[in-house]
């Protein structure tokens, strides 16, 4: 039984590590296709096209893109202001692409974080931000804002909806027809939604955040966990999927569904930046 078990879990996690891996494979694709004069929607839909092209049809919410202050969500009040505008991208302008695709029932949500020549401000943002995934294995929300005080950072994941740092990741129902409403798969937002009711209900969330209906140890399962930091105009994000066991032993609570993967580290990320800065620099 234990063994059956164990080999389920691992078929899943198989599958969810496919999409998080073709999810920052996206990522790395567009942001060498970046350039001076390109538009967050222009990024936005070379992501949903990349990603279409390679079989995704549902999404857990459309590909965003954001540039310079946009970066640490500056002046977002409202939910919608998240959304790809027409900012144009500049030269030593730092940028942020994330996405949630939905592939084969199999849900991943990624933040990956860039910049179009040199940025120093986000190159020290981009470093800093491994402390903060070491330190999310161990503790979560509280302690993650004391060290971004620490290092003199804001914490801009208090500007996402509800605050978030991590949402709940569950399989998604395939069909034939893959609507979405306000930026979001109906199909994961209905998920989203019963789990939120049914959270509330029995005193869990699938939301960590700074909030009293999430004061209470993750439940186990798989989440998507993205710190956010911003120093002045600039920001950076890293997004990946942390499995949580519920072993009472803290060095086996929780992991990183890719723990070898190469462009979910924030300082491959800033190494890989260096063909994307190269070509400004040559223009």
Same mark, same amino acid.
């Given at each position: 039984m234990t063994t059956a078990v164990t080999r389920g879990l691992?078929?899943?996690?198989?599958?969810?590590?496919?999409?998080q891996r073709l999810a920052y494979e996206c990522a790395e694709a567009v942001a060498a296709r970046l350039e001076p004069g390109v538009t967050e929607r222009e990024a936005a839909r070379m992501q949903r096209q990349w990603l279409r092209e390679r079989g995704v049809r549902d999404w857990?919410?459309?590909p965003f893109a954001w540039f310079g202050d946009r970066t640490v969500s500056a002046g977002f009040t409202v939910p919608w202001q998240f959304f790809p505008t027409g900012r144009r991208l500049e030269p030593g302008m730092p940028f942020i692409l994330d996405m949630a695709p939905v592939? +084969? !029932?199999?849900?991943a949500d990624i933040g990956y974080s860039g910049s179009l020549g040199v940025n120093p401000v986000q190159d020290r943002l981009m470093a800093d931000l491994e402390a903060h995934r070491e330190l999310i294995l161990r503790e979560i929300y509280e302690d993650v804002d004391r060290l971004m005080v620490r290092q003199g950072y804001a914490n801009r994941h208090r500007a996402h909806p509800f605050g978030v740092i991590a949402h709940k990741v569950d399989r998604v129902r395939q069909r034939r027809r893959s609507p979405h409403v306000f930026g979001f798969g109906t199909q994961s937002l209905k998920g989203l939604?019963?789990?939120?009711?049914?959270?509330?209900? +029995? !005193?869990?969330?699938?939301?960590?955040?700074?909030y009293r209906f999430s004061d209470h140890p993750p439940r186990p399962g798989l989440w998507a966990v993205e710190p956010h930091l911003g120093f002045r105009g600039t920001g950076a994000k890293s997004e990946e999927i942390l499995v949580v066991t519920g072993s009472r032993d803290p060095r086996q609570s929780a992991f990183r569904l890719d723990d070898d993967l190469p462009w979910g580290s924030p300082r491959a990320r800033a190494c890989e930046?260096?063909?994307v800065r190269r070509r400004a620099e040559a223009r």
């Open positions: 691992a078929a899943e996690l198989a599958g969810f590590r496919t999409v857990f919410h459309l592939y +084969e !029932g199999y849900t939604a019963g789990d939120v009711l049914r959270g509330h209900r +029995e !005193g869990r969330s699938p939301l960590w955040s700074p930046r260096g063909g």
